[in-house]
């Protein structure tokens, strides 16, 4: 079945690319499949992961997350917690200044993080969610700032190393503009030299960087090309140093005698479960469907080498992904029909499935029905735009299960929460071990950086395998191509869907 599958799925050959100008050698010019309808960090459609390649380069955060997720310096050089966890105090870095010389302090930043409480609703989830947290900003002195929290926190400082810590100019939100009528003016490593909306980024190198330049191209660019044959046509014509490949080009880009890099992510392919339908709660029947799924052959067929199978929520480099929870569901349609015949569902079961109508969902749907099948279990989905996911968690819930793709957060409690905690919009039915909630609320109250906290974190991620509280199926890379000696560190960064090209440099051998 899956032989077939893969036939059915292989793409054509790649048509003959037309000849272009080559990129300017000092340009880094990146062909991408998403962009960004505006430059506002805090605009709802950036609360995606996916769409942070541009924002990353522009806006300096206050905490930088390195390439793990680790809270580091960013704006603030350091920072200090209250024992209760109900402050920070944020010490500000000298000589930082935005784009347009305006100097980063203290009442700056307090200005953009007001700005950010006061869009309320306008803002993503993500920034809605941290600033809920604040109840107070105290300017203290010219480079010292003091956040006052509602409630003890320990997720601050990753909240801070997001969106919602990226810091604005004055000038880019003056009379109240938001979303696309902002100046997109941030103190990051590139500054804006024009934007078109889901099309092109044009970046230029910010040679005030307090980081300093660091052998950065002269300019970056970033075009957004929804078609993965025009991307790798961009490449091998010359106008594009590197693109985001579709898995199923990997050989052809190979062939073509580029370098293929595969970034492996906290994003993965999962199935989300409404715990409180139709026997849901259930753990034997959640068990089953781990069970009822052959991981290996559904990475094998559809993720050309850039996927993983797997059980867990974290990728493999992060430290939250539990060794010893991998293959503890081997593909077993046996085992899966005597835990449904232990449940009382001796002649199987039928589970609603909400879809999301796009050929790379599609696809992957195709394969499971007939995979679960062999279990005695009976997807049928429910098809719908992919702008509708947010059915599967309004109430009242449309399907039993959604099959999805997610993309990782910046702070991992929230990931976890988002993903089985109860209230999270990927677990409707709440958490499906009143544990999880308990756990997790323990990390929410805990330093960030104490170690406690990763080993609380780790005991969730336990919990989760342990009760099959969601069902992953493969890891979602990112995979990029270029041409050979052409790109020059470009790591996966863990905190979000998209990575950080701030430190991405061109190669000597394409200049």
């Given amino acids: 079945m899956i032989k077939q599958f893969r036939l059915l799925c292989a793409t054509l050959a790649l048509s003959a690319s037309v000849p272009a100008l080559a990129a300017d050698p000092n340009t880094l010019v990146y062909y991408n499949l998403a962009g960004n309808q505006t430059l506002d960090p805090a605009d709802p459609q950036n609360n995606s992961s996916y769409a942070h390649d541009s924002l990353l380069a522009i806006f300096d955060p206050l905490i930088r997350l390195d390439d793990a997720g680790n809270p580091g310096p960013g704006l603030a050089e350091s920072w200090t917690r209250s024992a209760a966890l109900d402050e920070i105090t944020l010490t500000l870095r000298r000589g930082a200044t935005f784009h347009d010389g305006t100097p980063v302090t203290a009442a700056t930043v307090a200005q953009s993080l007001e700005r950010n409480t006061a869009l309320d609703k306008r803002a993503g989830s993500s920034i809605r969610e941290a600033m809920g947290l604040i109840a107070s900003i105290d300017v203290l002195d010219e480079r010292t700032i003091r956040l006052k929290l509602k409630t003890p ?4 400082e990753s909240w801070l190393g997001g969106t919602a810590g990226m810091i604005l100019a004055p000038a880019a939100y003056a009379d109240g503009a938001a979303g696309g009528t902002i100046k997109p003016i941030g103190a ?6 024009s934007f078109d909306s889901n099309t092109k980024t044009a970046l230029t190198r910010n040679d005030t960087y307090w980081g ?17 044959r025009a991307r790798l046509n961009a490449l091998r014509s010359g106008q594009a140093t590197v693109v985001l490949l579709d898995p199923r080009q990997i050989n052809e880009a190979k062939t073509a005698g580029m370098t293929v890099q595969v970034n492996e992510k906290n994003a993965f392919w999962t199935m989300y479960f409404n715990s409180s339908r139709a026997g849901l709660a259930d753990g034997r029947i959640r068990r089953a469907l781990m069970h009822a799924i052959d991981r290996e052959a559904l990475s094998a067929a559809l993720g050309y080498g850039s996927t993983r199978a797997t059980e867990q929520i974290f990728a493999g480099a992060s430290p939250l992904n539990v060794k010893a929870l991998d293959n503890r569901y081997p593909y077993d349609p046996a085992k899966a029909r005597a835990l449904l015949a232990e449940a009382g569902l001796k002649d199987g079961l039928e589970i609603s499935v909400l879809l999301l109508n796009n050929t790379e969902f599609r696809q992957l749907a195709e394969a499971l029905q007939a995979m679960v099948a062999e279990s005695g279990i009976r997807f049928k989905y429910d098809t719908v735009d992919v702008s509708q996911f947010p059915l599967f968690f309004q109430k009242p819930s449309r399907g039993d299960m959604m099959l999805g793709r997610y993309g990782g957060r910046s702070e991992p ?19 499906v071990t009143p544990e999880i909630d308990a756990l997790l609320g323990k990390a929410k109250v805990m330093d960030s950086r104490d170690p406690a906290r990763l080993t609380v974190l780790r005991d969730v991620v336990t919990l989760v395998s342990n009760n099959a509280a969601i069902v992953p199926i493969m890891t979602r890379s990112n995979v990029y191509a270029f041409k050979p000696g052409c790109v020059v560190n470009l790591p996966a960064y863990l905190p979000g869907g998209a990575d950080r090209f701030n430190d991405t440099r061109i190669g000597a051998s394409c200049k």
């Fill in 188 to 193: 990051g490593p590139y500054r804006v030299r």
């Fill in 153 to 156: 926190s320990g997720q601050i």
């Fill in 212 to 228: 300093g330049t660091a052998d950065r191209p002269a300019a970056f660019e970033l075009h957004y090309v929804p078609d993965g």
């Fill in 413 to 431: 409690v929230q990931m976890l929460f988002e993903l089985v905690g109860t209230g999270g919009p990927f677990s409707p039915g709440g958490a």
